[in-house]
């Protein structure tokens, strides 16, 4: 649960959340996860949003996305993504600090917690992590980048005040 009066969220992450899962979600503890990806990416003042929801959801832009009609735990949709040999579009300079969109689903966090046998919490702040570490431009096609990512993410995660 949240505690009774959290610190204000900071501006540049905005955390849109399902109805269905709003009194779920640790709010604060999320919001001190992405911080810290941010810091550890030297990129503290990014602006982007983090979205908690279904599996439906989820379902759908994997499909649409990466061709997989099934629910995934989270998803990462950077802003801005350069593709070899093209430019850039060319985008207002308000926005040029906007990472991009992670979005999770809290049903695939919640069985994925229980087959961990760890809290929901720590679920979603491990997925928020990975999702922001990926807008950052961190991968895990290869052996030797999954092995960085997966370092990356216990480092920032070992570094979060201890949960309340």
């Not at 003042?45 to 908690?52: D, F, G, H, K, P």
């Not at 922001?132 to 092995?147: F, I, K």
Request: net charge negative; aromatic share 4%.
């Amino acid at each position: 649960m949240n505690p009774p009066n959290p610190s204000p969220p900071p501006a540049n992450i905005e955390l849109q959340i399902d109805p269905a899962y709003e009194d779920l979600v640790p709010v604060q503890r999320l919001h001190q996860a992405i911080s810290a990806t941010l810091r550890h990416g030297d990129a503290e003042n990014a602006e982007m949003t983090l979205v908690i929801a279904d599996d439906l959801l989820l379902t759908q832009l994997n499909r649409q996305y990466r061709g997989i009609d099934a629910p995934t735990d989270v998803l990462s949709f950077a802003a801005h993504e350069e593709s070899e040999g093209q430019e850039l579009f060319v985008t207002a300079p308000e926005a040029l600090n906007y990472l991009g969109d992670v979005i999770i689903s809290f049903p695939t966090a919640e069985r994925q917690a229980a087959a961990a046998g760890q809290s929901v919490a720590a679920e979603l702040c491990l997925l928020a992590v990975h999702g922001v570490l990926h807008l950052l431009g961190y991968d895990h096609a290869s052996p030797e980048e999954e092995a960085d990512m997966w370092a990356r993410q216990a480092q920032i995660l070992a570094s979060l005040p201890p949960h309340a």
